[in-house]
């Protein structure tokens, strides 16, 4: 029995789906326990809460000077502020007053305040007048020097208690359990069952009626000519949206639904080429398809109930994507259409490499950005493409296959690997490691097991690495002074927000935790993200949010794949969106150590979703439509929809 399909692995999925609904349901029936909500919109009721950025650090004030004051300020719209609370250390006083003055821009609002502050965490209570800054000043006669770490401005008083919280959190854990547990003694008694794939071939039923209309059309247009088609499909909708993005209408919702019109155009013409006959049922009664229908079922729901700013992204999977995966299952060589995103891939970075060397020069202290808005974005697009070379390297040593491809190869995958190293992005590394490191072993396990000769295998290494030291050296020169002109783009004239020029780790709710959790050392090893990942955990709620939050004056990606969906379509959908993370990981682990000694994709399959599941973790995965992670997998998912009883020409690649 395939593994995928074995009654263990599906028992496994059904456990980790059982105990991550109890532990997500407790968890937000535990907030809104504790703040007192009975919203579903706002199950975590605390207020408005504005972690400041500006005002934190060291500061010495002495009185009758310019160092008598520093400012408070939270670059969002004025508010009626009833709290600040700070969090001072290092202080050479026991006890200071303090002056507190409202501020809407240069305009004084209210009385000033005089509070005194000590090391510690300090309540201070405000009038609650309503204002953007406040301005700090000392009422004593005497200096003083302290560090602020951070500063808190809230609506409600801080409640938040640990213990408290997970109590709540127990009592609803046992509460579910009790009711989950009776329900399905009562369904197994009265030996009721649900057809939990009764949806998935009621899909397929709208696949089958719409494919089969265009069999005859598509069986009109040459093989390689269709194949050729959905190459050029692929590339020009990388490099169409993120000249969207570039040019600033990605995120306008005026824009949006006509992107998401073109990307289905473009999916269902690559579809409907893909048929190749008469299109027939599958077999998709696997935890990965149950995982992928219910986190678009999750979507749909929560978008009735919540309009998106994102729109209709359930709906295209559902649909469209659906649709695609299906005529993929359907094709007699399966392995080509993973060969065909390669290939995009490679064209597209092609491209790519001669628009960065003539138009988009490398700072000498920025990163290389390509012909994206950020550094971050092209060292992942570059990652994933090295991928592709990584594989069919792999191949070309397992084939014996040394000819120009193989040398074409291997400078692709140099270059690549170079504009990661100069991108600077750590997603990209943390997305090329995992590929990097399954070759290395791929290749020594080639040398000790005779397929590579030892000498020749060592010498070839060698000369790959100076080969690789000499071209990083030609590209970090080639992209700093070669480009003729410079194309700017709308984002890069930018200037950074005046919050983002001094970010500083902002607090949890319980201070104790704060101090391990949002340290000044965490905090730069993680470049800041642990800062929108408290604001993204404050406004969980179970039917999600129209955009991303305000935070600092502006909207705030969360840098976590799993909090993107949390908060834009509530926090069940986390369950299936983790699952399928899992199953394809597992999946693809387990094929690649199937088919090792193979010329398959699974290898290219395994570290691509690896990689890109560990960057999930870190970096801005739910862009739909424009993170190029987030194309290659939902462009890639259909592999693992194939059960293995259709799956022996997945194998097959030229």
């Known amino acids: 029995m395939q593994f995928e399909n074995s009654n263990r692995f599906v028992k496994f999925n ?3 789906a059982y105990v ?29 809460v504005c972690d400041t950025t500006i005002g934190t650090g060291y500061n010495v004030l002495s009185p009758g000077t310019d160092d008598s004051y520093f400012w408070i300020s939270t670059s969002d719209e004025p508010f009626a502020w009833n709290y600040i609370y700070m969090d001072i250390k290092d202080a050479n006083f026991d006890k200071a007053s ?18 005194e502050i000590e090391e510690g965490y300090n309540e201070i209570k405000i009038d609650g007048d309503e204002c953007s800054s406040f301005k700090v000043s000392l009422s004593d006669d005497e200096s003083i020097s302290f560090t602020v770490k951070f500063i808190e401005l809230r609506e409600s008083k801080w409640f938040f208690s640990m213990s408290k919280y997970l109590h709540y959190v127990g009592a609803f854990i046992i509460t579910f359990v009790l009711i989950s547990g009776t329900v399905i003694l009562i369904l197994r008694r009265k030996k009721l069952k649900i057809d939990w794939y009764g949806p998935i071939d009621f ?119 659906g649709f695609y995966y299906f005529t993929w299952d359907n094709l007699t060589d399966k392995a080509k259409v993973i060969k065909e995103i390669i290939t995009a891939f490679k064209i597209a970075f092609l491209i790519s490499v001669c628009f960065t060397l003539l138009c988009r020069p490398r700072g000498e202290l920025g990163g290389l950005v390509g012909h994206t808005w950020n550094p971050n974005i092209y060292g992942i697009f570059c990652a994933i493409v090295l991928m592709g070379f990584l594989a069919s390297i ?17 400078v692709g ?25 399954f070759f290395l072993a791929e290749y020594v396990s080639m040398i000790t097991s005779g397929a590579v000769k030892p000498v020749k295998g060592i010498l070839s290494a060698v000369a790959i690495v100076v080969m690789f030291y000499c071209i990083h050296i030609l590209c970090a020169w080639a992209t700093v002074n070669l480009p003729i002109v410079q194309v ?66 502006g909207a705030r990606y969360p840098h976590n794949g799993i909090l993107g969906i949390i908060y834009r379509y509530g926090i069940l959908t986390a369950v299936p969106y983790i699952i399928m993370f899992i199953n394809v990981c597992v999946i693809s682990f387990k094929r690649y150590l199937r088919e090792r000694k193979e010329t398959s994709p699974a290898f290219y399959f395994w570290i691509c979703a690896i990689g890109i599941s560990l960057c999930m973790l870190v970096e801005n995965f739910e862009r739909p439509f424009l993170a190029t992670e987030w194309l290659w997998w939902y462009w890639c998912l259909g592999a693992v929809f194939i059960k293995k009883d259709n799956e022996g020409d997945l194998r097959r690649e030229e």
């Open 203 to 321: 899909l397929q039923d709208i696949y089958l009626s719409f494919g089969n209309r265009f069999v005859t059309l598509s069986l009109k247009v040459p093989r390689k000519v269709k194949s050729a088609l959905r190459i050029a499909a692929l590339i020009f909708w990388m490099f169409w949206i993120m000249f969207i993005y570039n040019t600033g209408k990605y995120m306008l919702t005026a824009y949006f639904k006509y992107n998401v019109a073109i990307f289905c155009v473009l999916m269902l013409l690559i579809a409907v080429s893909m048929i190749e006959k008469p299109l027939e049922k599958k077999d998709w009664n696997r935890p990965v398809v149950h995982a992928w229908l219910w986190l678009s079922i999750c979507m749909c729901v929560s978008e009735f109930f919540i309009s998106k700013r994102f729109c209709m992204i359930g709906y295209v999977n559902l649909t469209v994507l």
């Open 488 to 553: 700017v783009f709308s984002w890069d004239s930018q200037p950074p927000n005046e919050a983002m020029q001094a970010i500083i780790s902002i607090g949890m709710e319980a201070p104790s935790i704060q101090r391990i959790a949002f340290d000044e050392r965490v905090t730069s090893f993680l470049t800041a993200r642990n800062l929108y990942w408290m604001e993204y955990l404050r406004e969980i709620n179970f039917f999600g949010h129209e955009y991303y939050p305000i935070i600092w004056g």
């Open 413 to 437: 995958s140099m270059v690549s690997l170079s504009f990661v190293l100069l991108a600077g992005s750590r997603a990209g590394f943390i997305l090329a490691v995992p590929g990097l490191i």
């Open 14 to 16: 059904k456990a980790i």
């Open 98 to 115: 303090l002056e507190i003055q409202g501020y809407d821009e240069n305009k004084q609002v209210g009385r000033p305040m005089v509070r």
């Open 20 to 48: 991550l609904i109890i532990i997500f349901l407790s968890v937000a029936c535990g907030l809104a326990a504790i703040s007192g909500s009975h919203s579903f919109t706002n199950t975590y009721d605390s207020g408005k």
């Open 394 to 410: 792999r191949n070309h040593i397992i084939n014996r296959n040394y000819r120009l491809v193989f040398a074409a190869d291997m």
